[in-house]
């Protein structure tokens, strides 16, 4: 054993990132920004989720045109310069409504995501660090939750909690909390025995220290990339959820109730279904694309 | 054997009723009231009753009793296949479901079948061509198949095959031909998760020893992909089937909505629409009964297709 070199107690000596070490703040940026800038795809894909949830925080920047405003003489209009995606049965501007329903996907999507991400790793660590009998009962407890079909749990939810945005978003949460669990607690029984959680042990430090400073944030990564991931799945699930009906009520729509809406006029305006539901398949495909390539990264 | 497949059973009835009792849970705990619930399922608005027209139906639905006794008495019940009274439909809830399996049953059949031909179709010709664009699409596409809310895809299939083709009905379950549109739609998540695992793991076979042995003894590459790599291959992707054929037939839910088949998905959206509380835990339970059958069937096959694996870890 050296010196200690800057007078931390022994057990806080976390093993040194590669690269940090030397160069300057352009060249660490650099670095940085490099293994990004290699990836046009994910450059373009992060970009575009970011727009979604900027679109989702402040609509009006994006979308000029009142996403309620009826407007008889204009309705069922193909898209067109002055009607990006045309405009529905009531002269609505399309991807006026499209802007605006991203407030209430995004909203939905972050609290199922924060919901399971949270519940998810309190389960984990506490499961895999504890181990014994609390991680037989909390493991047990996730499995019968994973023996019921994700879409009929979240029917179930809904059912005792009533429709809207945010009775949804929870029974989405409560679906995609057990692959949280497990995730983190897997990774916990991993990271638990390195040699660095050892020595801390050696060095005389608390369990309850050894989880928070040294467990804990050296086992989310791949919890991070689950929660990008998930967040494209609960999109998926909460547009199926308000596709049948039982999502945010009119006049206002999220992308589920755009595309619902728009299959009643099928055969005369397919646009007006097949619009939204691109968006759609857009968002979630530079979601996965981005967990992905963050997963490559951190490889 | 006979002691690992009897333990194997019981496994799965105890997931079985456990699901079954967090499904009642769910339902009944939650800050709801059940008796509201329940009336507006029948379209009744809880202010407009008597407090002796409210007892008198706590009385009928049995939810005057504690809430321990409702348990036991629903699943005795649920246990001899009676399910009680859809609240919504006036019906026995298991004389509706025996009406719907049916169609249902033959839905999920079809969704199935398209799932495991395009998942392995994709796979196995992702590994097969060596065109690198066409490789890369191949690759590719499976990402965009798990990406596309499978309610759009139905609602494309529907303009496409039947108002511009005109190849298939747009409604109805009339005919085979009826059941492929809506079979497509619920196969398409299940089968691009299934394309994804298939053509990693075709990638990592291909490099194994055994491989180079193949052809350094003069096989043909398609003599060695369709003998020796395809079976270990799919090897991995037995553990995900039980969830993937889940995935599958729960899409019977939106498949059935768009496509307007009265099966029991749509059954199920009805009645979570009219918070039609039996008929939702009946339907959940058929879920669950049919997704431990096939994780059970899965786990007990495992062994038979990889001798490697043995039924009991042997102790050294």
């Known amino acids: 054993m050296t010196v200690n070199l800057d007078n931390r107690p022994a057990h806080d000596l976390v093993p040194a990132r590669e690269g940090s070490a030397g160069a300057g703040l352009a060249g660490r940026l650099w670095a940085a920004a490099r293994p990004v800038a290699r990836r046009p795809g994910m450059l373009l894909a992060g970009l575009f989720v970011l727009f979604v949830v900027a679109a989702a925080f402040v609509p009006n920047l994006f ?23 045309g405009t529905d049965e009531l ?20 609290i199922a995501v924060g919901l399971a991400a949270a519940g998810g790793l309190l389960i984990g660590v506490v499961a895999g ?32 909690l009533g429709f809207g945005t945010v009775p949804t978003a929870l029974a989405v949460g409560i679906g995609i909390t057990p692959g949280f669990a497990r995730t983190t607690r897997a990774e916990v029984l991993k990271v638990k025995t390195l040699p660095y959680v050892e020595a801390a042990r050696t060095g005389g430090a608390s369990r ?16 991070l990339v689950l929660a990008i991931l998930d967040s494209g799945t609960a999109i ?18 999220d992308w589920g109730g755009l595309i619902s809406d728009g299959s009643d006029y099928l055969i005369t305006s397919p646009y007006l279904s097949l619009l939204p539901g691109l968006f759609v398949v857009a968002v979630v495909f530079s979601i ?10 951190q490889r | 054997m006979k002691r690992y497949l009897l333990t194997r059973v019981g496994q799965a009835l105890v997931v079985l009723w456990a699901a079954y009792t967090a499904t009642f ?65 006036s019906l026995p809830v298991s004389t509706v479901l025996a009406q719907r399996l049916p169609t249902t049953a033959t839905l999920a059949a079809f969704a199935v079948v398209f799932m495991l031909i395009l998942g392995f179709g994709v796979a196995y010709l992702a590994a097969w061509v060596q065109w690198r664009p066409a490789k890369i699409v191949l690759s590719r596409v499976p990402a965009i198949g798990v990406s596309v809310p499978s309610f759009w895809v139905g609602l494309l ?27 497509v739609s619920m196969a398409l998540p299940a089968g691009a998760v299934l394309a994804q695992v298939l053509t990693s793991s075709f990638e990592k076979v291909l490099r194994e020893p055994y491989i180079a042995t193949a052809k350094a003894k003069g096989l043909s590459r398609a003599t060695i992909q369709f003998r020796h790599a395809l079976r270990n291959a799919a090897l991995p992707t037995l553990t995900l089937l039980g969830l993937l054929i889940a995935t599958a037939v729960t899409g019977a839910v939106i498949a059935e909505t768009v496509f307007s088949i009265s099966g029991v998905g749509r059954l199920a959206q009805q009645a979570v629409l009219s918070q039609d509380v039996p008929v939702v835990q009946a339907i959940v339970l058929v879920a669950a009964v049919l997704f431990v059958t096939v994780n059970l069937i899965v786990d007990l096959l495992y062994p038979l297709l990889d001798p490697r694996i043995a039924y009991i870890p042997k102790v050294v």
């Open chain 1, 63 to 85: 979308a000029s045109a009142d996403p309620d405003a009826t407007n008889g003489p204009d309705k069922l209009q193909p898209p067109s310069a002055a009607h990006w995606f």
């Open chain 2, 25 to 89: 849970l769910i339902l009944n705990l939650l800050p709801s009231n059940p008796v509201a619930l329940r009336l507006s399922g029948a379209n009744v608005q809880i202010q407009d009753l008597t407090p002796a027209q409210l007892a008198q139906i706590e009385a009928q639905y049995g939810l005057n009793k504690p809430v321990i006794e409702q348990y036991f008495s629903m699943l005795w019940n649920a246990l001899h296949l009676n399910f009680g009274q859809s609240t919504s439909l």
């Open chain 1, 288 to 297: 996965n694309h981005l967990a992905r390539s963050i997963e490559e990264l």
């Open chain 1, 208 to 223: 309850l220290r050894i989880l928070i400073r040294h467990v804990l944030p050296n086992s989310w990564g791949p919890v």
């Open chain 1, 129 to 160: 660090f504890f181990g014994r009998w609390i991680d037989a009962v909390l493991m047990r407890a996730v499995d019968v939750v994973l023996a019921v079909p994700p879409l009929l749990l979240a029917l179930t939810i809904v059912t005792a």
């Open chain 1, 91 to 110: 002269g609505r501007d399309l991807y006026s409504r499209i802007i605006h329903g991203s407030a209430l996907t995004i909203e939905g999507t972050l």
């Open chain 1, 236 to 253: 998926l699930v909460i547009s199926s959820l308000s596709f049948l009906g039982f999502g945010a009520p009119p006049p206002a729509a």
């Open chain 2, 157 to 183: 299939l529907i303009q496409v095959f039947s108002f511009d083709l005109g190849w298939f009905p747009s409604t109805g379950s009339n005919g085979l031909s009826s059941y492929v549109l809506p079979a």
